[in-house]
């Protein structure tokens, strides 16, 4: 059985929030990950191939960062964390800002 986990709206989008959640780079690398890939994806194939070399936990807290800010839609399967980018509800509320973050190359 699979839930959404709840995230905010689009109207309530904060810009300061998300750049926060872009700020740490472990979060930003998984995030630019995300961003390359156009179906959803589960979240410990994200880090594996981002290769951030952290805990657990410490991931898990990552991917709830990404997804309180608004930035991922997540779906919970199990023990499993589905993943996709919230692209066109960003883009509406700020457009152009994920390519700019995430395409830039200093990621």
Do not use: W
């Not at 904060?14 to 998984?30: H, Q, V, W």
């Not at 995030?31 to 194939?45: H, I, K, N």
């Amino acid at each position: 059985m699979s839930r959404t986990l709840p995230g905010p709206s689009i109207e309530s989008l904060d810009l300061t929030t998300i750049l926060s959640a872009l700020a740490e780079p472990g979060r930003r690398a998984m995030m630019t990950e995300l961003y390359r890939q156009s179906e959803p994806v589960d979240c410990a194939v994200v880090v594996e191939k981002v290769d951030l070399g952290l805990s657990n936990a410490t991931i898990s807290h990552h991917c709830r960062v990404l997804r309180e800010a608004g930035l991922v839609r997540t779906i919970a399967e199990g023990r499993h964390r589905i993943m996709t980018v919230r692209r066109d509800e960003v883009e509406t509320r700020f457009p152009g800002l994920l390519n700019a973050v995430l395409t830039s190359g200093s990621s």
